[in-house]
T-cell receptor
Framework: SQQGEEDPQALSIQEGENATMNCSYKTSINNLQWYRQNSGRGLVHLILIRSNEREKHSGRLRVTLDTSKKSSSLLITASRAADTASYFCATVLTGANSKLTFGKGITLSVRP | ETGVTQSPTHLIKTRGQQVTLRCSSQSGHNTVSWYQQALGQGPQFIFQYYREEENGRGNFPPRFSGLQFPNYSSELNVNALELDDSALYLC??????????????FGEGSRLTVL
């Protein structure tokens, strides 16, 4: 079953614009992570935010977490054509065996 | 470059056959997990190994089995292949430094097609 649900399913923007992707989840989490996947290849870890954190930054990435609403957002600023990929949020549940539970992903297209 | 390598990259099998997929992770990555990703879906957790013992399993039948070896390599075995087993199989490792809930380092995957 899907713990995380990303929104929107697909996003198309112009190079230089910001991209905002959202993720909602259902149960208490230890942390939430965002991953990127190019064309059905392996996933690359982008950023991890713990349940006691509200915001984190990494380069052009900004992630927020609202545990009261069970939601997170990933902002990519000043997008580039190379940011075109699928983005997944994944949760590590409280008390779980540290497995990641992924959503279905968001397809981001950045037009040059 | 995650330091996790998988083989083979692509393979085709027929229904009822058996398959073994292999993964090699970095030194010091003592936790390895396997995920199945069907087309257009997110990865689904199959199982996890820590110090060569299975310590977590997702909703997959017993015909999915695995092994982890002391040299940071691991295997995923699938018996009696079904058409729905066609997917990208991803191996992921976690470092000791990252803790039990830290980030995963993924390989490029093995794409299995069952005919």
């Amino acid at each position: 079953s899907q713990q995380g649900e990303e929104d929107p399913q697909a996003l198309s923007i112009q190079e230089g614009e910001n991209a905002t992707m959202n993720c909602s989840y259902k149960t208490s989490i230890n942390n939430l992570q965002w991953y990127r996947q190019n064309s059905g290849r392996g996933l690359v870890h982008l950023i991890l935010i713990r349940s006691n954190e509200r915001e984190k930054h990494s380069g052009r990435l900004r992630v927020t977490l609202d545990t009261s609403k069970k939601s997170s957002s990933l902002l990519i600023t000043a997008s580039r054509a190379a940011d075109t990929a699928s983005y997944f949020c994944a949760t590590v549940l409280t008390g779980a065996n540290s497995k990641l539970t992924f959503g279905k992903g968001i397809t981001l297209s950045v037009r040059p | 470059e995650t330091g996790v390598t998988q083989s083979p990259t692509h393979l085709i099998k027929t229904r009822g056959q058996q398959v073994t997929l292999r993964c090699s992770s970095q030194s010091g990555h003592n936790t390895v997990s396997w995920y199945q990703q069907a087309l257009g879906q997110g990865p689904q957790f199959i199982f996890q190994y820590y110090r060569e013992e299975e310590n977590g399993r997702g909703n997959f039948p017993p015909r999915f089995s695995g092994l982890q070896f002391p040299n940071y390599s691991s295997e995923l075995n699938v018996n009696a292949l079904e058409l729905d087993d066609s997917a990208l199989y991803l191996c992921a490792s976690r470092s000791l430094a990252g803790g039990a809930t830290g980030e995963l380092f993924f390989g490029e995957g093995s794409r299995l097609t069952v005919l």
